[in-house]
């Protein structure tokens, strides 16, 4: 008996052992320890400065007070300090909320910050740069916008890339040469390379670099063998020239670092099943599967800088040949507060640890 119970007492030791250790001795990976600052970073495209949905901007407020980004990139922003622009009637409506936020646009693109905003730059027609201060740290991010024609995405779904119209083409096109090539009238690498060559002195003086915006064009991420007979793909494999150009930069799509799979989450941003507009006004392609994922958030990888989360944020149904529905993918999407929602667009919240 007592050789027995000797038995179980050596074997239960170690679990013993093991449960009576406190916290301070549990051993933390190295990339966990220090004083870190969580980043919660949001781009939304605001559908023509909110002016396409009734109580649009009161809407924007809602979901920026409940959302709370630390930084938050805008774009479509198309009104005159005459025409009642949405700004400083989101910047009043948080700071009635009791949230203080910095604020700086250029052309048709803004940045919100709860941290303060120390210089601009205007680096083209499509985006400018605001120099944030993180607690000490240099963030650069760029807020951008492309060009919205020459959107050939929607060759293979059989409609027109809006340079002349966006009507019904009488076949769908897939020849994917075409489709770059067309694709490249835009200047939408050109631009891409605009921001490359200007972050390159950020990245020198070891500042963090984001770039962020609705680009009007997918990514080639989502674009490969394993989607091209999905929505709408029609078999076509499309390396598109700005994801490619800024992956090959060293750049990290945000999302897809997080999701990278695009058949399980594909991520769609537009076009959004906003509650308050009919579907014929949210759809360009209405006899197509369009949905795409056109907004994005980039980093440039760094020591200092983690990411933790990626999700969606807006209405949980998307439109697809003309009609409401309602998504069945594996993407975490944050719903609209009261479904109410001021965008054709979803918008894309990442969250990122910065180390101290």
Known sequence: MQKWLLTIIIAILPVI????????EVSVPEEETGKKTEIKFLQLNLWVECTKVEHAPEYLIEQIATLQPDIATFCELYKGPQDDPVMPKLMQGLKDKGLIYYDARID????????????TERINKWMFKAILDVNGKRVAVYPAHSEYRYYTCYYPRGYNDGSVNWDKLLAP?????????????SDRIESAQAFINNAAKELEQG???FFAGDLNEPSYLDWQADTKDLFDHRGCIVNWGTS????QRGYKDAYRVIH???????GFTFPADNKSVIPENLSWAPEADERERIDFVYYYPNKNLQIKSAQIVGPTGSIVRGQRIEEQTKDPIIPPV?????????????????KE
């Open 17 to 24: 052992t093991a449960c009576s250790k406190t916290n301070t």
């Open 108 to 119: 048709g693109r803004a940045v919100i910050s709860k941290y303060p905003i120390k210089e």
């Open 173 to 185: 096109i897939t020849d994917v040469n075409k489709i770059l090539a067309v694709c490249e009238e």
């Open 207 to 209: 500042a963090l670099v």
């Open 244 to 247: 490619k150009l800024l992956v």
């Open 260 to 266: 990278p799979d695009p058949v399980k989450c594909p």
């Open 338 to 354: 009261n479904n109410q929602w001021p965008s054709d667009h979803k918008g894309v919240l990442i969250t990122f640890y910065i």
